[in-house]
């Protein structure tokens, strides 16, 4: 009786601070995969970019639609794409329902970008990513390959793995890769390797989002759910003589639930 009494005076505490008190609180949540869509990850994929692949060049210098840099092969390159080139590519089959795209790839910024030079990421008319390619600081790595008469920092070509979620619910998408450069490809080029496209749904909790996870949400359904600004999560809205069971997520009756309060 008195355990009981205990029970219901903390399931009381739980359903108005809507806080844990017991256990581990990691969200069980499925993660939404719809699908996948990779492209340029292997030397032959790359080869076979503009033949068969699909990709897309503008004001490109050379035929060539490849460069070896450094032991790696990339799409564009030293010699190839440099002032006013652009690469695209229009991918199709994203067509399971979804929310949100996540866009990943590598990219290579080549030799002698100035201070201000953008690379950019477009998809119509909306710049996905935007980023200067004069700094090593802000890259994931460099190599040195391409115009490599200057020993200089700045001749070094730099390396940004960018990995991208934006909202998105078409079957396709079409991006395209452009920078401001100044110069010829013989100067400053840039290129693109490893892109990855994922579909996700927003969390099951959220009615829209910044990412997947149920710490994500941007907007909740506020019907059946609560916003919480401070971890960007949507509460379920109990009815009374219930709580919000942080291990499934789901509203419990406080008298189902007294394994966790015992333990
Ligand atoms: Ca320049």
């Not at 991208?164 to 079409?174: G, K």
Request: overall charge neutral.
């Amino acid at each position: 009786m008195v355990l009981l009494l205990l029970h219901s005076l903390l399931g009381l505490l739980i359903s108005i601070k809507g806080i844990p008190f017991f256990g581990s609180y990691s969200f069980k949540f499925p993660l939404n995969l719809a699908n996948t869509i990779t492209d340029l990850m292997t030397v032959t994929e790359i080869q076979q970019a503009v033949s068969t692949g699909g990709w897309v060049f503008t004001g490109a210098s050379s035929s060539s639609r490849y460069y070896n840099c450094d032991g790696t092969t990339i799409l564009g390159g030293y010699l190839i794409c440099g002032k006013g080139c652009s690469i695209s590519k229009n991918f199709s089959g994203l067509s399971s329902p979804h929310t949100l795209l996540e866009i990943k790839f590598s990219y290579y910024a080549g030799n002698s970008w100035d201070e201000g030079e953008l690379t950019r990421l477009i998809s119509g008319t909306s710049t996905l990513w935007s980023a200067a390619g004069v700094t090593t600081s802000s890259a994931d790595s460099h190599v040195f390959c391409g115009k490599t008469t200057q020993t200089t920092y700045k001749w070094w070509t730099r390396i940004f793995n960018i990995s991208l979620v934006i909202q998105h619910t078409d079957p396709y998408i079409h991006l395209k890769w452009t920078s401001t450069l100044s110069s010829e490809p013989d100067d400053e080029w840039l290129g693109i390797l490893k892109v990855n496209i994922t579909t996700y749904n927003c969390h099951e909790s959220c009615l829209t989002c910044t990412n997947y996870t149920p710490t994500a949400c941007a907007t909740c359904d506020t019907n059946t759910h609560t916003f919480d600004p401070s971890t960007k999560r949507c509460l379920l809205n109990c009815p009374d003589g219930q709580y919000l069971n942080y291990e499934t997520y789901q509203c419990s009756s406080k008298f189902t639930q007294q394994k966790p309060i015992l333990r």
